[in-house]
């Protein structure tokens, strides 16, 4: 009996070990920790701030962006999924949700502050999934390649106040598929610079706040931890949605 009894003990333990070798977070910020969130997130335009474990930006104006820093992004990381919540408090749009992100960053008329240094100077290349853009009527993806503007994934996706809704975006070195509340909305074949580049946050005359940040591989996130929370939920089970 002892010998089963540890012989399952073992097996659970292996279990453990590879289910926690075979998980890839590459990156979270629950924004519970404002002081550790400063290091992550480096803010090149409008009013980002950390508060109620979130990350509110607060100016309503264009092209306002916050993208993850050097510290916390590894250009290796070219097939991942990046998910985040996202509640519009108010404004004309909704979210600029930012990846593929390399290069210097399109001003569009502003002063951009804190570009991490491995970006500057470098080729101007950005993606972002413009939800509930042109006034609240439209969801696109837009790209910048240089001087080349790239347009995809159409939808009529428009976005309420006070609503907050979990966004998706599955990354490969070929294609990138684009899921809302769990939907899929489409996945677009594109290879450019081989999917390379980091995540961002932005918004368009609109003000908003974002929670549960998280990018990881093909081998998904976090294991299940010892109570039976799966990482990914962590923004519905923190928040009672």
């Not at 093909?218 to 299940?224: A, F, H, Q, R």
Request: charged share 25%; with cysteine; aromatic share 14%.
């Amino acid at each position: 009996m002892k010998r089963s009894i540890m012989f399952v003990l073992l097996c659970c333990f292996t279990f453990g070990l590879t289910t926690a070798a075979m998980s890839q977070l590459y990156f979270e910020d629950n924004f519970d920790n404002p002081s550790k969130s400063e290091d992550k997130w480096a803010s090149l335009w409008g009013t980002w701030e950390f508060k109620d474990k979130e990350y509110h930006q607060l100016l309503d104006d264009a092209n306002c962006i916050s993208i993850v820093t050097d510290d916390y992004w590894d250009e290796d990381w070219v097939e991942y999924t990046y998910e985040v919540s996202a509640n519009k408090i108010s404004g004309a749009e909704a979210f600029l949700i930012m990846f593929r992100l390399q290069g210097e960053m399109n001003p569009r008329g502003k002063t951009l502050r804190d570009l991490p240094a491995s970006m500057q100077g470098k080729e101007l290349f950005e993606y972002w999934w413009n939800l509930g853009g042109w006034g609240n009527s439209v969801s696109r993806i837009e790209a910048w390649n240089g001087a080349a503007y790239k347009q995809a994934a159409d939808s009529n996706h428009t976005f309420n106040t006070d609503t907050w809704y979990n966004i998706k975006i599955v990354n490969t070195p070929t294609s990138y598929t684009l899921i809302l509340n769990d939907e899929e909305v489409e996945e677009v074949s594109d290879s450019d610079k081989d999917g390379v580049g980091r995540i961002g946050l932005g918004t368009w005359h609109t003000l908003a706040k974002y929670e549960d940040v998280l990018v990881y591989g093909p081998d998904g996130p976090l294991p299940v931890d010892p109570k039976g929370k799966v990482a990914t939920a962590w923004g519905f089970l923190k928040a009672g949605r």
